[in-house]
C-alpha cells in the first residue's frame, strides 16, 4: 500500500507543477498580480515590439512630388517672365488650370505617414493659388488693377509658401518659384498736365475745379475728337486757356493710381459726363471781342446747376 500511495503522490505532485507553471501565464495574460520574477513574466517584458513598416516609401513620395508639381512650377515662372497686358493674362490662365491639376494629382497620391497631413495641406493650397491666379487674370477693361497687385493681396500664394515650408521642413522638399507680385501703386500726374492736348487755337478760357477727395481728369470732346485732356489733383484747380469755339461735350474720370499706358485711373474709378456742352464763343463788339470763360466743379455743390451721368468706360475719350 505504501507504494502505490507514494505513485499517486508522486502523480499529483507533477500534475501540480503543470498547473503551477500555466497560472502565471493566464494571470500575466489577463493583467492579474503574478510575480514578476516568474519564467512567464520575463518573457512576456523581454520581447521586443517591432518598428512599423512606412505605407509609403518616402523616396518614392519625394518623386512624385517632383512629378507632380513639375508643370505647374514652369506655368508659374512663365508668369513670372510674361510682360503686362495680353501675354500675362494668358500666362495667370495656364498657371491657374495648372495648379488645379497638381493639386488633384496630390490628393491621389500616397504619402507616408509624417507627411499625409502636410501632403493633403498642400493639395487645399494649390486650389486657393489657383483662384488666386484666375482672380487675378479676370480685370479687364481700362480701370482694372494690375493683376501682379491682385496677386500679391491673394490669399492663394502665402498659403502654398506656407504648405511648402512644412512639407520641405519633414524631408520632402516642395519645388515651386511662384511668380513676383507688385504692391498697390500710387502713380499721379502734376496737377494741369495735359495727357492730351489738341488745341488748335481760341480765345476761350475754361477753370475746373476738383472739390473732390480723388485726383481727376477731364476731357472736352467735338464729335469723336478729343480737344484736350488735363489732369486735376484732388482739392486743386486748373485753368486751360485757347479753347476754340465750339459745343464740346465734357467728360471726367476719378480714382487713384493713374496708369499712363491704359490712361485711366486703376482703382476707385468712376467715368461720367455733363450732361450740358460746354459752348465757346467769340463775338466782335464795339470796342473789342468778346469770348466765353466758364468754370466746372467737379463737386456736388448746393446751387450747382450742373447735372451729370455715368458713362462706361468704353465710350470715355481716350
Request: net charge neutral.
Amino acid at each position: 500500500m505504501s507504494d502505490i500511495r507514494t505513485r499517486i503522490w508522486g502523480r499529483a505532485t507533477a500534475a501540480g507543477v503543470v498547473l503551477a507553471v500555466a497560472l502565471p501565464l493566464t494571470a500575466c495574460g489577463s493583467g492579474g498580480d503574478g510575480d514578476s520574477d516568474g519564467p512567464g513574466s520575463s518573457a512576456a517584458v523581454g520581447t521586443p515590439t517591432p518598428s512599423p513598416t512606412p505605407t509609403v516609401d518616402p523616396a518614392a513620395y519625394r518623386g512624385a512630388l517632383d512629378t507632380t508639381l513639375g508643370p505647374l512650377d514652369k506655368a508659374l515662372r512663365a508668369v513670372d517672365r510674361a510682360s503686362e497686358g495680353r501675354a500675362l493674362t494668358q500666362a495667370l490662365g495656364t498657371a491657374s488650370t495648372a495648379a488645379a491639376t497638381a493639386a488633384g494629382g496630390l490628393e491621389t497620391t500616397g504619402a507616408p505617414d509624417d507627411a499625409v497631413a502636410g501632403n493633403a495641406g498642400l493639395a487645399a493650397s494649390l486650389r486657393d493659388l489657383s483662384q488666386s491666379l484666375a482672380d487675378a487674370g479676370a480685370g479687364e477693361g481700362r480701370c482694372a488693377t494690375s493683376p501682379r497687385v491682385e496677386l500679391g493681396s491673394a490669399d492663394g500664394p502665402g498659403r502654398v509658401r506656407e504648405a511648402g515650408t512644412t512639407l520641405t521642413g519633414l524631408g520632402y522638399p516642395v519645388r515651386l518659384k511662384l511668380p513676383r507680385t507688385e504692391k498697390p501703386q500710387h502713380r499721379r500726374l502734376g496737377n494741369g498736365a495735359f495727357v492730351k492736348d489738341a488745341r488748335a487755337g481760341g480765345l476761350g478760357r475754361l477753370t475746373i475745379r476738383n472739390g473732390t477727395d480723388s485726383d481727376a481728369v477731364v476731357s472736352l470732346t467735338r464729335g469723336e475728337k478729343t480737344t484736350f485732356t488735363v489732369y486735376i489733383r484732388e482739392g486743386a484747380s486748373t485753368t486751360v486757356r485757347r479753347v476754340g469755339d465750339g459745343s464740346y461735350t465734357v467728360y471726367f474720370t476719378s480714382g487713384s493710381d493713374w496708369n499712363s499706358s491704359k490712361k485711366s485711373f486703376t482703382r476707385d474709378c468712376s467715368f461720367e459726363k455733363f450732361d450740358d456742352t460746354a459752348d465757346f464763343r467769340t463775338v466782335e463788339v464795339s470796342g473789342g471781342t468778346q469770348y466765353t470763360v466758364l468754370t466746372f466743379s467737379l463737386a456736388k455743390t448746393v446751387g450747382g446747376n450742373a447735372t451729370t451721368s455715368e458713362v462706361p468706360e468704353s465710350e470715355f475719350p481716350s
